[in-house]
């Protein structure tokens, strides 16, 4: 009997199927238009942008011009790469434009998919970005795909690490740039830390389409993207602390050692209150508890735990007047790695050696809160459908599953159960042995590095050639895909999540051509191509014969997700292929999930060594198991999302105002602004509303409008005056503060003050935001315990980073206000001395200057490679400190070399 839901979906259709259906009429348009720009001449293709992009600018919808847009991009592919787009890839397209998800399995042609609304969508004249997740990937679609923008007239551009300025500036400003996640959200960052315009490379989020999308959204969205610089030295504050720990009594703290974590109690808090205020690190009448003491009480927790849970010679050695420390696994020093917040510059402290500053993070953003960025955002995957929940709830992205062009001919086996590791890798390479001998091509999954190698020795063992994917060299791993689909091949693959590279059976006949002319430069193009596409024809039907790609997974990821990108590889464009999964108790998620429960139930069951348990209720059971571990880590990202949901609205303030500040041409008076509100709290605090004149502090607002201010004025005298009140100071201190800046601002000139200005707003703004993030860094750290005392550590978080961001924001204008109070025009010799400052800056600031091997210094520097070291094997570079000299021989930086990669 058919359960209602089912019921229901016979008679109506799935949403999906509705989906699939309205996108019909558009693709009967798209292919009643085919005709007419089949006529058009190749100019006649570019003519036709034109006219779409003016169309566009003049108002008209994007959506009334889709019709055309596709079908004129649907000619131009046919004829810069010979490809006709399938209706269903039309389908694809329709659904980028309209900000969806286009779930499309493998080998159904995403890349030319993405063409379509990235055409559509350039036409506004502001820019489209198409996001890879490597940068081999990046590079080789956009020159894939510049064939075919290149013929309706529109630019493409490419943008990579450490790329020319010039150049990276020339790619954003194209119509369509094709880039990497990473490289996409540092470039954001930079642009909000440069001081003028014309210096930002980016022009704006229009529209991005996202490949592999869940790569990207989900599994990479856990670690946010951070731009680290030194911070100014605290070497005091460590030292004070540090002092101070050894006094603490043994009631006032607890040690919990499993977690590795020291808490103090209330008696060790009163004992710190009172002491820091003795010391003081904090003012008097601020508590541990008021949001400004969130520093200090995260240096003191810190050093809490370097007295009491870091051992000498155990944890750390002291070695050359260095903390090195020690790896709990082997024992073995690991030389250039520092603890992070602070930590190991409190056990620095402890230990008398030169304290080094730490890092401190200048800039950083999550990619949740990057992508949500775009006006329109867009992905294609294989596999999103699993994660819908969270690209609508994240992204606000809807997830259409887009039919095949052929149907899938792909036998899904069920899962195969042993009982141990050992049963279950003996039949692996049993089946391998019997799929081998007929000749069909093996591609075997695994979920790690080291069982990939593991695997590889039973192979070899057993005397089977086969290919392990090395994830390292981007390159050889297109060609290790690409011959996947051989007869015969076997290949273990680690991940297959965003490969880019089809599994062609019987090979890759492009990669065959290519490395056949390579191999005979002399011959004929044309017959070499003839002869490979004749005999690939050949080799094609073999592999069919065979069966087709047999894709064998040794275990179950945590993530439907992966097991189902790592299924699709098999059976592409209605291809033959099986598919299979072998488990056995050992695995990860069996022994996370109840295996003891099922290992008494097959013993019960008599099952004898190197049977298997083959049900499709187990599949069912399996499925409902990742489904939780899936759930768990949505939960997880989407808490840690709320946290940086916080910072993200203080980020786009800060950024939307350094933008503003950059635009504007004078920014008197904004600078304005601030000063008369300096003023409205000096006098506020100085002479409270409602007060008489006998209670004011005259004193006090003189000294203070000398420091902020830097102007001399009768206060005193003025607050003596009959009938003088709050407000009529208020204006004669805001009049004589006007008339000073004015008389500055001739001294320097107009144009050169304006410049002043600017210039000091947005390094003020940069200080501020940098000591900002420090501070919200160490309440994130400290906020948790809140949850001991039953209040909510969101809530706390949200409400104490709001208070910080206001004294940021009070700080921001005294700041300012009281810098330019203090500047004064330079003489002669102070310019020139400041001049030649402010270039060996920039010089010291440039990524690798001194490094391009372009000075002599850097020349003289650089020396043969050390022993064994091999470019292209990060095993061999040994374990060098950041700021040690690279053993690649340059002469540069380790973390200026090969320790950026």
């Not at 529209?207 to 946010?224: G, H, K």
């Not at 945590?558 to 099986?578: A, V």
């Not at 759930?631 to 786009?652: C, H, S």
């Amino acid at each position: 009997m058919l359960g209602l839901g089912t019921l229901t979906k016979k008679v109506f259709g799935t949403a999906n199927d509705r989906k699939i259906k309205a996108t019909r009429p558009l693709v009967e348009k798209i292919n009643a238009l085919e005709p007419e720009f089949e006529k058009l001449s190749d100019d006649g293709l570019k003519e036709k942008t034109e006219e779409l992009a003016k169309r566009a600018m003049g108002g008209e919808p994007l959506d009334a011009l889709l019709p055309e847009a596709f079908a004129n991009c649907r000619e131009a592919a046919k004829r810069a790469l010979g490809l006709r787009a399938f209706d269903v890839q039309l389908m694809g397209g329709i659904f980028l434009h309209q900000g969806n998800i286009s779930e499309m399995k493998t080998g159904e042609g995403k890349t030319l998919v993405a063409t379509f609304p990235a055409y559509l969508n350039a036409l506004t004249g502001e820019g489209v970005h198409i996001v890879t997740v490597n940068d081999y990937l990046a590079k080789r679609d956009s020159e894939w795909m510049s064939k075919v923008y290149g013929a309706l007239g529109l630019t493409t551009g490419v943008v990579y690490p450490n790329q020319d300025p010039n150049e990276k500036k020339a790619a954003y400003a194209c119509d369509i740039t094709y880039s990497t996640n990473n490289e996409l959200g540092f470039d954001y960052l930079r642009d909000n830390m440069k001081s003028e315009l014309s210096e930002m490379f980016q022009r704006g989020h229009n529209f991005a389409v996202v490949d592999e999308v869940d790569s990207i959204l989900i599994d990479e969205a856990r670690t946010p993207l951070i731009i680290s610089g030194p911070a100014q030295d605290r070497s005091d504050l460590y030292i004070a602390v540090d002092k101070l720990i050894p006094e603490i009594p043994e009631d006032g703290y607890d040690i919990d050692e499993k977690t590795r974590n020291v808490s103090f109690t209330d008696e060790g808090n009163e004992f710190l209150e009172e002491q820091l205020h003795a010391r003081g690190l904090l003012e008097e009448g601020q508590s541990l508890y008021d949001p400004e003491s969130t520093t200090v009480v995260h240096h003191v927790n810190q050093g809490l735990r370097a007295h009491k849970l870091f051992q000498k010679d155990k944890d750390y050695i002291v070695r050359n007047g260095d903390v090195v420390l020690i790896d709990e696994f082997t024992g073995r020093m690991m030389a250039g790695r520092r603890l992070s917040e602070g930590l190991h510059q409190a056990i620095e402290a402890k230990e008398g050696v030169d304290i080094k500053p730490e890092n401190v993070t200048l800039a950083s953003v999550t990619f949740q809160n990057y992508f949500r960025l775009y006006n329109k955002l867009s992905g294609m995957t294989g596999t999103a459908a699993t994660e819908a929940e969270e690209f609508a709830q994240i992204y606000g992205l809807g997830v259409v599953e887009v039919p095949t062009n052929r149907g899938i001919a792909r036998i899904d086996e069920d899962d195969k159960v042993y009982r141990t590791a050992g049963e279950k890798y003996k039949a692996i390479v049993d089946e391998i042995k019997a799929a081998h001998a007929k000749g069909q091509p093996v591609l075997v999954g695994t979920t790690s590095i080291e069982k990939s190698e593991m695997l590889s020795q039973l192979l070899t063992e057993a005397d089977l050639t086969h290919n392990v994917l090395n994830a390292r060299q981007h390159e050889q791993e297109a060609q290790i895909v690409g011959d996947a689909g051989k007869l015969g091949a076997i290949t273990i693959a680690t991940n297959m999540a965003g490969r880019g590279t089809d599994i062609k059976l019987g090979g890759n006949v492009e990669f065959k051509i290519m490395d056949a002319i390579a191999a005979d430069p002399e011959g004929d193009p044309d017959a070499i191509r003839q002869k490979i596409e004749a005999d690939h024809t050949v080799d094609e039907q073999a592999v069919k014969d065979a069966g087709g790609l047999f894709v064998l997974a040794t275990e179950r990821h945590e993530s439907r997700r992966i097991d189902n990108q790592l299924r699709g590889r098999s059976g592409r464009q209605g291809d033959p292929g099986r598919s299979s999964f072998f488990l056995s108790l050992d695995d990860d998620l069996m022994r996370i999930f109840g295996s003891e429960r099922l290992d008494k139930v097959l013993s019960t069951l008599g099952m004898k060594e190197g049977e298997a348990i083959i049900h499709p209720w187990v599949n069912k059971s399996l499925e409902r198991a990742q489904a939780k571990v899936e759930g768990r880590n949505f939960d997880i990202r989407k808490q840690l999302l709320k946290f940086d949901d916080v910072m993200n609205d203080q980020r786009k303030v800060i950024f939307s105002q350094r933008r503003e500040i950059m635009e504007a041409e004078d920014v008197s008076e904004i600078t304005k602004d601030m000063r008369h509100q300096v003023i409205d709290d000096l006098v506020d605090q100085h002479l409270p509303p409602k007060s008489y004149a006998d209670q004011w502090n005259s004193e006090g607002l003189y000294a203070d409008v000398i420091q902020y201010l830097g102007v001399d004025m009768p206060v005193m005298a003025w607050a003596d005056e009959e009938g003088v009140d709050q407000e009529v100071m208020r204006e004669r201190i805001e009049d004589e503060s006007d008339k000073a800046m004015a008389q500055k601002a001739t001294q320097f000139g107009p144009d050169a003050m304006r410049q002043i200005e600017k210039q000091l707003l947005l390094q003020t703004i940069d200080g501020k935001w940098r000591e900002h993030l420090l501070t919200l860094e160490h309440l994130r750290s400290v906020v948790g315990f809140r949850g001991y005392a039953q209040r909510d550590p969101l809530n706390e978080y949200k409400n104490e980073s709001f208070q910080l961001f206001e004294t940021m924001l009070d700080g921001l204008r005294e700041d300012v206000t009281q810098k330019l109070a203090q500047i004064r025009p330079m003489t002669e010799e102070e310019q020139a001395a400041m001049v030649a400052q402010m270039q060996a800056q920039q010089e010291a600031l440039k990524p690798d200057s001194a490094d391009t091997g372009s000075a002599p210094d850097a020349a003289a520097a650089a020396e043969p490679p050390a022993a064994g070291f091999d470019e292209k094997d990060p095993s061999t570079w040994g374990n060098p400190g950041r700021n040690d000299t690279c053993p690649c021989g340059s002469g540069k930086k380790f973390k200026h070399c090969h320790g950026s990669y």
